[in-house]
């Protein structure tokens, strides 16, 4: 019978990609110091069940591979050999080869060879090192090796005497079966001593008392007979004597009882020794960036198959949204049916109904929001492994406090959300946290802590990532945006306004680009991957102390709380989180401020005005003195101002529809929906709009005021 | 009626190519992840064979050989360990349990049912 292993391949893919985060998370954990003997058995059973997938689904590259691994870890479960940080970091390195090795199994391609072979070189270096080879010597196999001297003639058959000891049933064998399989072998002669037979008063049942001559008439090979004894070698005596053809002297038997056995292996030869290779040559630093980024291929939230993403969801989740479209159905049928037969008195039925559909029609889109959402511990999982890598390769000493990593998010923040983080996580190792000496020179403790957490507050998802290091140099960083000319040096910036400068493209304070970081690509481009995100990001820092950043994302993207507001005919969106309150101003309240235009007090700032007719190219605003209209001040990325428009017109709940992926990306317009009346509403991006108010160009773009 | 098997790993795609093969020659077979949960199954139903792995977490294939030839039911029920071709200890560990003999890692479907055929006639 043919079974087609290629059924089992994708689960044993599975788990052994789980198994390989089981093993990274645990060596990340081992602290030479303290041994867990638990947390190295787990290690030890993911390589081993690795190794043994592999080799029965026919990987035989990624089992021999793992067999390193798998002896390295034994020696170290067993005591036998200590567990040191150069160890762990070649098995850090090995499970890195693996995983290219098991992907490469999975999408049919080749791994890096090379790459393959220096690691299993390291590995084996290790192996070779401290090497206490005790126990008895591998592979002696089974025991029936044949220390007694064979026959010069080839046997005719074989004479067997088998004498199973009293307790062999209870073992599970049955001399039935071993007669049997010797009948398979060949024509067989069976005598059956009951000389050690009690008598039936005596008898133990469970009890083996009787012994056999076999004569096997069948030139079969010693070993396939041995091979029927292998399992009982040691709960009988049993010897296999050839059988010499006719006229021929029978020579010495080769017996093969336990004791003889255990003699044989202990003379085997020792197991070879191993090659002892020269140590490889210092890893550069560029090699090992490309493999870090190389080995982690995103993977969006849930285990996704061969091609398209997928998530995986608690069926409790599932069955619940099934509920609640049972309910919607129920609602709407009743509706229908009101609606047939409609007359004045059964409005209050009517509006009952209504009302039922909203609150059903509200639960779904919350229960339906909730199946994309994942544990932000998908994005963070990473962070362990590289704050390792990182701080030992720049030399620092750093521990990396994750906390909230059950925070769940939808399934597209994870996605897009871990790029961002790992330039500021890398960011807070490579500038922020000083080196071990510099720090204790500071007073402060070696090792330097980075802290990732999550939380949901208020309506958003929090992310913050902070660090005890040296903090952000407000100096250098105002002269650097004085320098390019973003900020003029009378200006009085608040530290945070300062700080914020940091977001602009280009700009770097470092005084060397590292292999790191400090290129001056990452925050900008930060900054804009949160803002598609629909969140927020800010910098608070203290000189010596350390840094916070700050990352607001909104808990569900597609739905956004916006205020509507109108200028001219036309209705624009104002997400409810950037306002900060809605004023009339009075014509007195207004002063022209050099170099920031049309501005209002407001308790004790003077906040910019933004015309949103100027801003937006409208041509006929309903009001254009400013007690006609109405400002809604808003708030982003640290800075305020006011937005000048005709009229409030309601708060409302809108859906998200991407005007990026329908048209085209517009400065100053994050979005847009469609209203209940059916017309086309535009939701403004804050910042955008701030920024454009700044550059004092209203938005050129054909088709700007659009009809639908 | 079939022979029950009651098959023993912590490694799901083991299990299933374990599962699907015996089942496959007719067999009736019921899986466990771990010792723990074997043993429990064993409690509530007899099987005619038990094959388990060595490593696996919460209670490892030897300790769960010894507990089932505590069991009554047990005594004389054929127990094989799944083990490796270098566990030369672990297959003597095995038999003081109380094992009935192995089957060496790697092996294909074939050789599992030529094994399981001479144990369960």
């Known amino acids: ?118 690691q299993h070189a390291e590995l084996t270096r290790v192996l070779a090192n401290a090497d206490a080879p005790d126990g008895p010597a591998a592979d002696a196999g089974h025991a029936a090796v044949a220390g007694g001297e064979f026959t ?24 039935l079966r071993i007669i049997r399989e010797l009948g398979e072998l060949g024509e067989l002669a069976v005598i059956c001593d009951t000389s050690e037979l009690p008598p039936l008063n005596d008898l133990e049942p469970e009890d083996s008392y009787l012994s056999w001559e076999l004569h096997l008439n069948e030139p079969v090979a010693k070993e396939e007979i041995d091979e029927i004894f292998e399992w009982i070698e040691d709960d009988c005596d049993f010897a296999v004597i050839p059988l010499l053809p006719e006229g021929y002297e029978s020579a010495t038997p080769t017996t093969a009882t336990a004791e003889q056995a255990a003699v044989v292996a202990d003379e085997a030869p020792p197991a070879p020794a191993l090659k002892v ?125 994750m906390s909230g990593e059950n925070t769940e998010v939808d399934k597209t923040v994870i996605e897009k959300i871990g790029d961002p983080l790992v330039h500021l996580v890398r ?40 660090d005890d290091g040296k903090g952000l140099a407000r100096d250098r960083i105002l002269q650097k945006g004085i320098q390019r000319g973003l900020v003029r040096e009378e200006e009085n910036l608040s530290d945070k306004q300062i700080f914020e400068l940091i977001f602009q493209p280009g ?59 109108c200028v001219g005919g036309e209705i624009y ?49 309903k009001a254009t003195e400013i007690e006609d209209g109405i400002v809604v001040v808003v708030e982003a990325g640290g800075s305020k101002c006011g937005l000048f428009v005709d009229d409030l017109l309601g708060q409302q709940q809108v859906v998200i529809k991407s005007l990026e992926a329908n048209f085209g990306r517009v400065e100053g317009i994050s979005g847009a929906t469609i209203l209940g009346d059916g017309s086309v509403a535009l939701i403004m991006d804050i910042p955008g709009v701030i920024r454009l108010s700044r550059s004092n160009a209203p938005v050129s773009h054909p088709e700007m005021s659009m009809t639908a | 009626m079939a022979a029950s098997i009651l098959a023993v790993d912590d490694s799901a795609s083991m299990r299933q190519m374990v599962s699907f093969t015996l089942k496959g020659a007719g067999y009736d077979v019921v899986e466990a992840s771990d010792g723990v949960e074997a043993l429990n199954i064993a409690k509530t139903r007899a099987v005619n064979l038990v094959i388990t792995d060595v490593n696996m977490p919460n209670m490892d294939g030897i300790s769960l050989i010894k507990e089932l030839r505590a069991l009554p039911g047990y005594r004389f029920t054929p127990l094989l360990m799944l083990t490796t071709e270098s566990g030369v200890d672990k297959k003597q560990q095995g038999k ?17 049912l030529k094994t399981v055929s001479k144990v369960i006639s």
Not at chain 1, 16 to 28: A, H, I, K, T
Not at chain 1, 586 to 609: N, Q, S, W
Request: proline share 5%; charged share 30%.
């Open chain 1, 1 to 118: 019978m043919s079974i087609d292993m290629a059924q089992f391949h994708q689960v044993f893919f599975e788990e052994s990609f789980e198994g390989l985060d089981v093993m990274e998370n645990g060596l990340l954990n081992m602290d030479p110091g303290e041994i867990d003997p638990e947390e190295i058995n787990s290690i030890f059973r993911a390589a081993h069940s690795i190794k043994g997938g592999s080799g029965t689904f026919g990987f035989t590259n990624v089992s021999e591979f793992t067999h390193v691994m798998e002896t390295l870890l034994d020696e170290m479960r067993d005591g036998r050999r200590p567990v040191t940080g150069e160890a762990v970091n070649v098995l850090l390195a090995s499970v890195d080869v693996l995983r290219e090795m098991l992907t490469a199994a999975q999408d049919g391609g080749e791994p890096d060879e090379e790459r393959v072979k220096e």
């Open chain 1, 152 to 175: 010069q003639v080839e046997p005719v058959g074989w004479k067997i005497v088998f004498r199973p000891h009293q307790h062999l049933l209870r073992t599970g064998n049955d001399p």
């Open chain 1, 573 to 621: 969106i104002v997400p409810l989180a950037s306002i900060i309150e809605s004023i009339q101003v009075r014509k007195d309240m207004l002063r022209r401020v050099a170099g920031k235009g049309e501005t209002f007090k407001l308790r004790d700032e003077y906040l910019p005005i933004v015309r949103m007719n100027e801003v937006f190219g409208i041509e006929e605003p």
């Open chain 2, 96 to 112: 003081a349990a109380g094992a009935t003999g192995w089957i060496v890692k790697p092996f294909n479907p074939d050789q599992l």
């Open chain 1, 277 to 401: 290779l020269d140590p490889p040559p210092e890893r550069r630093v560029s090699e090992d960036r490309r493999k870090e980024d190389e080995r982690r291929k995103p993977s969006p939230g849930g285990k996704s198959g061969a091609g398209g993403s997928s998530i995986r969801v608690d069926t409790g989740k599932i069955d619940s949204l099934i509920n609640m479209v049972g309910e919607l159905v129920i609602t709407q049928s009743m509706l229908g049916m009101l609606g047939e037969e409609f007359s004045m008195d059964k409005l209050a039925r009517l509006r009952e109904g209504l009302g039922q559909l909203e609150r059903h029609t509200r639960e779904l889109q919350e229960s339906v929001m909730q199946i994309r959402m994942l544990p932000i511990s998908f994005t963070f999982s990473r962070f362990p492994r590289l704050v390792h890598d990182l701080s030992n390769k720049l030399g620092k000493k750093i521990e990396l406090e």
């Open chain 1, 427 to 466: 960011n807070s190792v490579d500038h922020g946290i000083e080196m071990p000496h510099e720090r204790v020179a500071a007073g402060k403790p070696e090792t330097g802590t980075v802290r990732l957490s999550a939380e949901h507050r208020g309506g958003n998802i929090v992310i913050e990532i902070t």
């Open chain 1, 507 to 565: 700009f770097s304070t470092a005084e060397q680009v590292s292999d790191v970081s400090g290129r001056g690509v990452g925050m900008d481009v930060v900054r804009r991957n949160i803002n598609e995100l629909g969140g927020s990001i800010e910098i608070d820092s203290e000189q010596g102390r350390g840094s916070t950043i700050t990352i607001r994302l909104p808990l569900t993207l597609a739905i956004l709380d916006g205020q509507s507001i």
